[in-house]
């Protein structure tokens, strides 16, 4: 494509009306200049593609067959990058075989509260594993020429009031957490699109928020494709061009042209943005035109992919000796889950599902003594004493009970959130009677986010299946029978009840303000420095195999700030059976130079392991990887000191540390003025020795004879701005000023 020709021979009309949506989901099209439309869908764990018809395009659960792949949290849980390359791969190849030019996603939002109803369709309440999983997805997509559109950026971590409320967010905790994954994933894969939230940051609505944009995303991370409206974000149109808003979508009715036709007329948007915006879009198209693959949609070999990378992705919680199940064994199967699984979410990224599996479709496979009740209904908050009774005289037959449990679909969705943390009471009631029943109980459970599990102490095993995709039933009926050894980890905190969630107190919107007071403690980052018991922490997941690790070495225990370094550790399989461990690597600053979480995860591996071998597991790390944001440089930074790298099952089982040195940093120097505090000019290297002697000539007077000051006062007199010394000093003016231009010289 001849870009620049085709932007010099667009009129402003066809320029305004290009940057928008045609319709819910092409581009416009211009024959006469040689633009073909593209098409895109939703995701992002399989196409909802619709039909161009007006009532396919509104009713969100018409779209065409398509496999249903685990979703986010589901995946989260794999740990596993080349996991989430290679299901970006199938997806990429199946959006070719159906014209999709992008796959609107990943969605990326931080969980910061368990309540927001999205939670299925994000990664983690770690910024780091939300980056490095989905650039893996990004990077898997688009190997196959098709583009993806992360998604929702930035900080749009709840429903309520999400296309209106204001998240109020200090610099630091933004950067840290709440942008930190997108910059890792654009950094690291560079999505052909962006997708500007709904809510706003600070005041200024994303999809016209220029310092969003242009100054981080443009500008610092080097982010080159387009950046679109999620659908109807859009505000003020023409701020939203000049901020780097390429793309409206859907559209507007032809309203936006107008206005931006106006507005370039009266000189209050420049053709230069406006060209911009075209620019971008056209370079996108071109992408994609011009890659076109040939490909087919088969949908039962995908399928079988989604079976199998649901398998990587459930969570073992708990397991008393209670699985795998032999097949001897009498089972009973309990709750309408098994028969109706829940195995995605409500809203936008609802795949209109090709091959629905369930526990009670396949447990002929497994074992001839398999018997099944409904007990309650997937799908809401009934009792029914009569199903109640039969679930249980099956249990009471049975030499083990499976609850096939869950949220159901109303519980939690896009569009809003949840009230609660609960299970419906019904499956909770029901579960208790069995529990009574004095055999093992062991719990399947079908969720989008943590759930209360008033149970957990009295079931012998737990089983987090997750939204797992169309292929749940199969994967899990193939770890609780041992065909699967399971190995996913938890990539979120599972708090014992809601009020423990840090954001309690400020979810969701107060006089439509979010209040991120909470602040960079999200997540373990919170339950790890507070102590605090949780159900099930970060990391965590169980094998029907054991690891040990042994051997944690760095390169060098004093680590140049510049240069990269890398940390190995040998992990053992000391169980019977193959299994895969995900390895985890924790950085705890020692240094205190800012308060911070007590550690952050900055590496993750999954390796396979046959019963006795030994492999080495390594890691790399740089600057980032003890960097905090600090507002007052507005850039990252590690300070001098001290730091422990810690390698754990869990963020709450580290089983080897080593403490190394980093070097080569600077130090944040201190605001010379009148104000500043003495304690802040001794801890400072450049103004200490200067300041123990001015200490020593105003100790005079604080001492009275000239002596030692007490330890008392001298910490007193850390915090005392240097002007006090005027006062408590017997200072003149102009001796503290001298001093000042001293301090000056020595910065
Ligand atoms: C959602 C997006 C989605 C878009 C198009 C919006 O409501 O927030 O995630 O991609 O609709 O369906």
Redesign the pocket.
Known sequence: MDIKGIVERMTLEQKASFVSGHD?WTTEEFKELGVPAIFMC?GPHGL?KQEITPQDQTD?YNSIDAVCFPTACATAASFDKQLMYDMGVTLGKECQAVDVSTI??P?INIKRSPLCGRNF?YVSEDPYLTGEMSASYINGVQSQNVGT?L??FAANSQETERMYADDIVDMRTLREIYLAGFEIAVKKSMPWTI?AS?NRINGEYSSENNWLLNEVLRDEWGFDGVVMS???AVSDRIKGIASGLDLE?PGSQGVNDASIVEAVKSGALSQEDLDKAVTNILKWIEKFIEHRQTETFDRDIDHEKAVRAEEECIVLLKNENVLPLGDAEKIAIIGGFAESPRFQGG???HINAHNIVSAVSVKDNYSDNISFAEGFPYDADVKDEAKYAEALNKAEAADKIIVFAGLPDVFES?GYDRSHMRLPDCQNELIAKLIELGKPVIVVLHNGSPVEMPWADKVSGIVEAYLGGEGVGEAVMNVIYGKVNPSGKLAESFPIKLEDNPSFLNFPVARHKVNYAEGVFVGYRYYDTKKMDVLFPFGYGLSYTTFEYSNLKVDSEVVDITSETRVYVDVTNTGDVKGKEIVQLYISDKTNAVNRPVHELKGFEKVELEPGETKTVSFTLDKRSFAWFSEELNDWYAANGSYVIEIGKSSRDIVLTKEIKLTGSFQIPPVIDHDIQLGELLAYDKTRAFTEQQFAKASTQFSGEGGELDEMTKAMMEYMPIRTLRSFGGMTNEAIAQILDELKKLI
Do not use: F, P, T
């Open positions: 819910m939703d909802r969100i609107l996603g969605a369709e559109s998604k929702h997708m709904y999620d659908w109807g979508m809203g936008s990224s896009e």
